[in-house]
């Protein structure tokens, strides 16, 4: 079995530190590389992003005026909040997306479940993303959304498919 190596991106030195705490539970040390950068800067995700074969994403996304519950309010607000629509984070990280990830990696981003057509807009307005796909979570709410870099090793890379049998991605 292939072991691959993660990279978690985290901009929030709080958030980072229960990052770490998180990875090293889950004893993923050596498994996982944690980078603090800020998703939004394209100078710093390029070298990031090069040679990732996928990219899986849970930016902040809650509006800023939304409700959430108590143990999402003790997170650090800049790892759930992003701005008025809570489009913010993920607006920004389109085009970065579509521009710094190699031909062939798949991309997954978590979003609130009022924004899952915008997020799709959003991909889909960056260029160089295809196969542009909203999903459901096992509640049934519209919550994250995929795409894949055309190119790369005969364009066999897809989004998820519902039988695929990743927890979460149905269709």
């Known amino acids: 079995m292939k072991r691959h190596l993660g990279l978690a991106v985290e901009r929030s030195t709080v958030a980072a530190d229960y990052l770490r705490r998180n990875v090293d539970a889950q004893h993923l040390t050596g498994r996982v590389r944690i980078a603090l950068a800020d998703a939004t800067d394209g100078a710093a995700m390029a070298p990031l992003l090069q040679t990732a074969s996928i990219v899986v994403s849970n930016p902040p996304y809650v509006p800023a005026a939304s409700p959430v519950s108590p143990e999402v309010a003790h997170d650090p607000p800049e790892a759930v909040f992003s701005g008025a629509s809570g489009m913010d984070v993920i607006a920004a990280m389109a085009p970065i997306l579509a521009a ?38 096992l509640a049934g709410r519209p919550r994250f959304v995929s795409a894949v870099r ?22």
């Open 150 to 171: 055309p190119g790369g090793r005969g364009d066999e890379r897809r989004a998820p498919e519902p039988d695929d049998g990743v927890e979460g991605w149905t269709a």
């Open 100 to 137: 710094a990830t190699p031909p062939g990696c798949a991309v997954a981003i978590e979003h609130d479940d009022t924004t899952s057509d915008q997020v799709v807009d959003a991909l889909r307005r960056a260029g160089g993303l295809e196969q542009v796909q909203a999903h459901h979570d």
